[in-house]
């Protein structure tokens, strides 16, 4: 079997010119700051607003999307699902996406859009979970998996405000 | 918001008073950090990018040979 082809950018580009609103949270968002971790899905959390939801369906239509781990069935998201809480464990054309109506102590979009900053990724615009906070939600949930990056992010953190520094005693 | 072209530069701009450290007490490889930060958040997902291609390229070859 082959391995399909994972395009995170283009990923990103199909839901940003469908107008979706949405946060990178997750592995993406920790290497857009600056840790070198690995990840094979992109995590967002999206608005669950009516609106968003159709313009959402619609770029999913374009990527293909369907559940992964349904064996030969293909079941495509519908707006009930996306307008949940949960988590929608999605593959698409361009790769593994999860969209996330919560994560960490049921904090959704709107919650979290105070904690994000906007970052300039390959001619996009992209609304990213701050560091801080990606960090604290990984200590909310607890899961092993979250609890073993801890440590690179925290010192993500301290090595960027070092470099900060630095540049900053330097002019 | 940050400006993917103003974190762009050379590795020889990087301080040398960052390298002392190579890893933090928890065994953390602090030089890989220091690396990525040194990147433009496009060159980093770039980055991310070609890992999971090259593990994607490694795999298929794993299951043709």
Known sequence: M???????LALLQTLVTHGVD?????????VLHGAPIATFDLDLVHSRAPDNIDRLLSALRDLDAYYRGQGE??????????????HQLLMTSLGPL???????????YADLLEHTVELQ????????????????IKEEVGHEKDKAVIPILRRTLQEKSRIEKLRNERG | MEDTESLTFRTDEVPPELDREAYSEEGVDLTLIRWMLFLSPTERLKVLQQNVQSLARLCNEGTLS
């Open chain 1, 2 to 8: 082959r391995v399909p082809s994972v395009d995170f």
């Open chain 1, 22 to 30: 949405f946060i990178i949270v997750g592995g993406v968002c920790a």
């Open chain 1, 73 to 86: 069935r293909r079941l495509h998201p519908d707006s009930t699902y996306l307008t949940s809480p949960g």
């Open chain 1, 98 to 108: 999860d969209l996330l109506g919560t994560i960490g102590a049921h904090r959704n």
């Open chain 1, 121 to 136: 990724v390959g001619g996009l615009r992209l609304r990213v979970l701050n560091l801080e906070t990606l960090i604290e």
